[in-house]
């Protein structure tokens, strides 16, 4: 079945940029949406924002101007880059895969069926 | 931007059932999603477009959507259902979160 596998540094310095990577194995990483989601330590899940295959993203009002995902359906990976990063910005990060659409009388859904583990990174000096 | 919410805490007796509750304006125009994470794990589907249940999800969990109200119901609760568990919906194409909602089983 599919799986995730998040990568990246898991320490960042205050003001650089945190990028991670997220493969997808056993499956196509085509038709479907990819998001990725964090988690402050004790806290909830914050969407941080998603990709299509196609290229098409969009991003969590509240951080979009830092934000940049891209992917390589080449490689079957996905990737975050999250910039000018503060403590606030450590958290668990998660990719998931997601099916979106319409039903049948065009209302939409989106839900994420598959995760990975989750990635610790920790922004300090 | 919208806003879901949920209680910040539920208490079940083993065997009982258990209600979650996510609120939300007009939530039921919308199709949520609810998912359960244990302790140092992610997330789980448990529940998608208000009621469906992913392969391997037990019957005893269930979910409704009407009004501004959804709600993820877990009957005959066990050990094993304690966890927290957030609501999802999809709004003008963003992902909303509920805050979470901590199941205790006692």
């Known amino acids: 079945q599919v799986q995730l596998q998040e990568s990246g540094p898991g320490l960042v310095k205050p003001s650089e940029t945190l990028s991670l990577t997220c493969t997808v194995s056993g499956g196509s990483i085509s038709n479907f949406y990819w998001s990725w989601i964090r988690q402050i330590p004790g806290k909830g899940l914050e969407w941080i924002g998603y990709?299509?295959?196609?290229?098409?993203?969009n991003y969590n009002p509240s951080l979009k101007s830092r934000v940049t995902i891209s992917v390589d359906t080449s490689k079957s990976q996905f990737s975050l880059k999250l910039t000018s990063v503060t403590a606030a910005d450590t958290a668990v990060y998660y990719c998931?895969?997601?099916?979106?659409?319409?039903?049948?009388?065009?209302?939409?859904?989106?839900?994420?069926?598959?995760w990975g583990k989750g990635t610790t990174v920790t922004v300090s000096s | 931007s919208y806003e879901l919410t949920q209680p910040p805490s539920v208490s079940v007796s083993p065997g009982q059932t258990a209600s979650i509750t996510c609120s939300g304006d007009?939530?039921?125009?919308?199709?949520v999603s609810w998912y359960k994470q244990k302790p140092g794990q992610s997330p789980v589907l448990v529940i998608y477009?208000?009621?469906k249940r992913p392969s391997g999800i037990p019957e005893r969990l269930s979910g409704s959507n009407s009004g501004n109200t959804a709600t993820l119901t877990i009957s005959g609760a066990q050990a094993m259902d304690e966890a927290d568990y957030y609501c999802q919906a999809w709004d003008s194409r963003t992902v909303v979160f509920g805050g979470g909602t901590k199941l205790t089983v006692l």
């Open positions: 477009r208000d009621n």
């Open positions: 990709i299509h295959n196609s290229g098409s993203t």
């Open positions: 007009k939530l039921g125009d919308k199709y």
């Open positions: 998931a895969r997601a099916d979106s659409g319409s039903d049948a009388t065009s209302h939409p859904y989106y839900y994420m069926d598959v």
